[in-house]
């Protein structure tokens, strides 16, 4: 293993998928001990050789914890995740708080203030669309699921009020 082969693969990988600065550095580590094992080498030996190759790709402009946030919130948001459910698949990502933070409340000023609250709501109508939940359930079985549907609400990280409203709404009224 060398820093030329640890660059290929950071940019393999970059060339692929959109990352944070933890995930590249959680797929080259995860690489490394993978081919150290191989060599019966230890793979302690190489952090050094990981933390350089992600500080040339941050350095580089390929990583930008800024712009994943940014571009990874509006995917979730449009698949209807919630505030407490982006900011946990934000974390599991390895963004920093503050970053998370940011790109949120940037989401929220590029609204008008009095639809700063549709966000939420739009995206736990995109939410129980995705999922048929509430007014997307067959007619004959929106009464018989109505609890699960405000539970699987929930369990999404949407308020109680907000769950209700989603799944009392009906049709006529035409959701999202």
């Known amino acids: 293993m060398s820093a030329p082969w640890l660059e290929r693969s ?34 302690a030996g190489f952090a050094e050789m990981i933390a350089a190759t992600v500080a ?28 407490r459910g982006v900011s946990a698949k934000l974390a599991a990502k390895g963004v920093p708080r503050d970053v998370v933070e940011a790109a949120m409340q940037a989401e929220r000023e590029a609204v008008p203030e009095e639809d700063a609250a549709a966000i939420e709501d739009q995206a736990a109508q995109a939410y ?23 539970a699987a609400l929930a369990r999404a990280g949407f308020s109680y009020g907000l769950a209700r409203r989603v799944v009392d709404t009906e049709l006529d009224e035409e959701p999202g």
């Open 10 to 43: 950071a940019l393999h990988y970059l060339e692929r998928y959109s990352a944070s600065t933890e995930m590249l550095r959680r797929t080259l580590a995860r690489r490394v001990e993978k081919r150290a094992r191989l060599r019966g080498e230890d793979p």
């Open 56 to 83: 040339r790709a941050v350095s580089a402009g390929l990583v930008d914890d800024v712009r994943f946030a940014d571009m990874r919130l509006a995917t979730l948001r449009r698949r209807g995740t919630s505030s």
């Open 128 to 150: 129980a669309k995705r999922r048929r939940l509430g007014p997307y359930r067959r007619p004959d079985q929106r009464a018989a699921y109505r609890d699960r549907d405000l």
